[in-house]
Structures are given as structure tokens and as C-alpha cells.
């Protein structure tokens, strides 16, 4: 197993390559939560219109804590999350600090019928056993995906109102921010970003199951978070939703998915917890069509990039196809070598299994043999 970084560049002067990457973000205009509930447009109908901004600071980007991974052995998701975390509480209290606590969850379709692709409801349950042991304000339970409250509804994560200090938000209704990607040819393109995605005064946990991907091989922590960031109403009849814009249709969309992805976490885009679940996975057409994988860990971790770094192996996937995250790992984001990082609890080489891939993995690799040398 190779872990050097396919970018020699970004390897030998990360820091620098990202502080160039970022330097037009640092001065964009975000808007922000204002807890005690959520802020919410100022109109009743969800916007993707950005309103007057009251900071300009930046989520952080590079990650200099410790590559904690802690996993645990499990069929029961609610103990597998829960006990998942529990090593790594001391860090994770004090990084949430002050800060507002928001759980996003991975809906994507929000019919009973594609529950199995959700984030499942004792998972999270676990995740909010653990957070109640020592954060006493109400927890942000946010998705914004099209229509989150449907799927708020159809999984059964109106229960949580009665059980937890929590509240259930669409995040679409937070006001977005313009930023910049890549379209089809390579072209700065604009995209609409939800503001709770970019306010540094947000504790961002990200909570999803294994999945395979159409587009990026597999869904694991940050895939959650980069895809949840574009603003999810569904645009009127012909026009192009902005989370498709990730992802342009044609040749070499792996490509452009994961340089997208790359581009987003520049912005601060990304999670400060990652939580996932190898319980009940998804394998073949993921992320909303595939079949069911049973398995027996979860894992969590701080450090996003080395969460899913272990979660690529224990999906039985080659990292070297991985890009968007070797992208993120060479510049600065986390640590992807997994002889360098600090794991606690279960050995994940006893939980690997094999994923079977897409249908379409074929045209998710065929850019990966690309000469990047320099």
C-alpha cells in the first residue's frame, strides 16, 4: 500500500501551496448562524440570495491536532457510535469550546423507501447520547439536501424533539454565500454555498454511513459535508440544481468531482468531527440505490481526513484512486498516512471488507492515470 501523496508539490510545500490556494477566500463576505435557534432568511420562502454579512472570518483549513482514529466493534449503532466517541471527549470538548454544535446528517433522497441510505437514527442517537454527557445547549440537527424536513419525518428524527435538546433545521433557509468551482471546461463557475457550512462559530459533526458514489467512488465523512454545502432547493423546472454542479455531466466527471471537493475544503468547507458508520453500509449504486452491506464498526475521529482514510480500507477500496482526499491530505487538511496516526480501540484490519463498486466506476477512473508531475 502506497500513502505518499500523488502531488509531490503540494507534499514538499504544503502550507504554501494552500495559503496561495485560499488567499481570494479570506476576504469573502459570510453570513452566520445567530443561535438561540437558527437565523433564518428574511423571507418565509428558502433563498439562495446572500444577505448583508456580518463577518469575514474563515473557518479554519489546515488541521494541526492529533490524528486520533477510535473505533469500536458493534452490530448496535447507538452503542457503536456512542463508545466510538467516548475516547476522544476530552478533545472534542475543548474544541467545541463555545461554539454552536450542528449535526449533519446525510438524507440525500427523503422518501421512506431510501432509508437505507440515511444516516441511520440510532447512530446519531448515539452521537447525541454522548454530546448530552457534557454540552447543555440545543443541538443543531441540519440537513440540505432538497425537502430535509420530509426526511426529518419519514426516518424518524421528529422523535428527537422529545428525547434530545434539539432542534431540526432546514439548512437551506440559513442564506448562501457565492463561491467559486470548477464547471465542465475548467472554468471558474459560481455555486451558491449555505452559510452554515462557512461560519467559524459552528462545531460541524459529520454523520454518515460507508457508501459507494456515482461520482467520487465513495461517500464517507467529508463527501457529507462538501455535497451538503451547495444550496439544495431545487431550482424552477430547467434550470440546473447547484449541489449538480459539483459534478458536470461528460467525460471525466470523477475529475472535475474531485477537484471540487479539493476547492470547497479550501473554503473551510469540511467537518470537525467525523463519525461513520460501518455497521450498515451501502455497496453497487450508491449513493441511494445500492444494497445493504452489514458489517460490525464505527469509527470517529477529529481529523477528517485520517477518518476517511481508514474508512476507504475498511470499505476494501485502492486509496491511490482516492484523489479528492489525497488533494486534502497534501495540502495541509489532515493526515492520510495511517502509520502516522493514533489508533485507539478496535484493529480495522480485523473489519475489512469489499464494497462492490458502481456500475459506473469505469468513468470514475478514467482520468486517475493522468501525468501530475510538474
Given at each position: 500500500m502506497n500513502n505518499k501523496p500523488l502531488l509531490p508539490f503540494l507534499a514538499s510545500d504544503r502550507r504554501s501551496f494552500l495559503k496561495n490556494t485560499i488567499a481570494g477566500a479570506s476576504g469573502l463576505a459570510l453570513g452566520s448562524l445567530a443561535f438561540g435557534g437558527c437565523a433564518k432568511a428574511e423571507e418565509e420562502t428558502p433563498t439562495a440570495e446572500t444577505s448583508e454579512p456580518n463577518y469575514r472570518k474563515m473557518r479554519e483549513v489546515l488541521y494541526s491536532g492529533p490524528s486520533n482514529v477510535s473505533l469500536y466493534a458493534s452490530t448496535d449503532q447507538r452503542e457503536a457510535s456512542y463508545k466510538a466517541l467516548k475516547p476522544l471527549q476530552s478533545e472534542i470538548e475543548q474544541a467545541i469550546g463555545d461554539k454552536q454544535v450542528v449535526l449533519k446528517l446525510n438524507l440525500t433522497q427523503t422518501k421512506l423507501k431510501n432509508y437505507k441510505g440515511a444516516t441511520d437514527t440510532n447512530f446519531s442517537r448515539g452521537i447525541l447520547d454522548f454530546l448530552s454527557e457534557f454540552y447543555d445547549r440545543p443541538i443543531i440537527i441540519g440537513e440540505s439536501c432538497p425537502n430535509p424536513m420530509e426526511g426529518f419525518t419519514n426516518?424518524?428524527?421528529?422523535?428527537?424533539?422529545?428525547?434530545?435538546?434539539?432542534?431540526?433545521?432546514?439548512?437551506?433557509?440559513?442564506?448562501?454565500?457565492?463561491?467559486?468551482?470548477?464547471?465542465?471546461?475548467?472554468?471558474?463557475?459560481?455555486?451558491?454555498?449555505?452559510?452554515?457550512?462557512?461560519?467559524p462559530n459552528?462545531?460541524?459533526?459529520?454523520?454518515?454511513?460507508?457508501?459507494?458514489?456515482?461520482?467520487?467512488?465513495?461517500?464517507?465523512?467529508?463527501?457529507?459535508?462538501?455535497?451538503?454545502?451547495?444550496?439544495?432547493?431545487?431550482?424552477?423546472?430547467?434550470?440546473?440544481?447547484?449541489?449538480?454542479?459539483?459534478?458536470?455531466?461528460?467525460?471525466?466527471?470523477?475529475?472535475?468531482?474531485?477537484?471540487?471537493?479539493?476547492?470547497?475544503?479550501?473554503?473551510?468547507?469540511?467537518?470537525?468531527?467525523?463519525?461513520?458508520?460501518?455497521?450498515?453500509?451501502?455497496?453497487?449504486?450508491?449513493?441511494?440505490?445500492?444494497?445493504?452491506?452489514?458489517?460490525?464498526?464505527?469509527?470517529?475521529?477529529?481529523?477528517?481526513?485520517?477518518?476517511?482514510?481508514?474508512?476507504?480500507?475498511?470499505?476494501?477500496?485502492?486509496?491511490?484512486?482516492?484523489?479528492?482526499?489525497?488533494?486534502?491530505?497534501?495540502?495541509?487538511?489532515?493526515?492520510?498516512?495511517?502509520?502516522?496516526?493514533?489508533?485507539?480501540?478496535?484493529?480495522?484490519?480485523?473489519?475489512?471488507?469489499?464494497?462492490?463498486?458502481?456500475?459506473?466506476?469505469?468513468?470514475?477512473?478514467?482520468?486517475?492515470?493522468?501525468?501530475?508531475?510538474?
Open positions: 426516518y424518524g428524527y421528529t422523535d428527537f424533539l422529545k428525547e434530545y435538546n434539539v432542534k431540526l433545521v432546514d439548512l437551506n433557509n440559513e442564506g448562501t454565500t457565492k463561491m467559486w468551482i470548477h464547471d465542465a471546461l475548467y472554468n471558474p463557475g459560481p455555486i451558491q454555498i449555505v452559510n452554515t457550512y462557512l461560519d459552528v462545531y460541524m459533526i459529520s454523520a454518515t454511513r460507508f457508501k459507494t458514489h456515482d461520482s467520487t467512488i465513495a461517500t464517507l465523512s467529508y463527501k457529507n459535508i462538501a455535497l451538503g454545502a451547495p444550496y439544495g432547493v431545487r431550482p424552477p423546472k430547467g434550470g440546473r440544481p447547484q449541489k449538480a454542479l459539483m459534478h458536470p455531466r461528460g467525460a471525466k466527471r470523477g475529475k472535475i468531482h474531485a477537484y471540487n471537493m479539493f476547492r470547497l475544503a479550501t473554503y473551510g468547507i469540511h467537518p470537525d468531527l467525523a463519525v461513520l458508520d460501518g455497521i450498515r453500509g451501502m455497496e453497487g449504486n450508491g449513493p441511494n440505490n445500492g444494497e445493504v452491506v452489514e458489517g460490525k464498526i464505527a469509527l470517529a475521529s477529529q481529523d477528517w481526513v485520517a477518518a476517511d482514510r481508514i474508512g476507504v480500507e475498511l470499505m476494501g477500496f485502492n486509496y491511490e484512486e482516492m484523489k479528492w482526499l489525497q488533494f486534502c491530505s497534501a495540502a495541509g487538511m489532515g493526515n492520510d498516512d495511517i502509520a502516522q496516526m493514533n489508533l485507539i480501540g478496535a484493529n480495522y484490519n480485523d473489519y475489512i471488507q469489499s464494497y462492490r463498486h458502481h456500475d459506473q466506476i469505469d468513468s470514475q477512473r478514467e482520468w486517475l492515470h493522468e501525468d501530475f508531475g510538474m
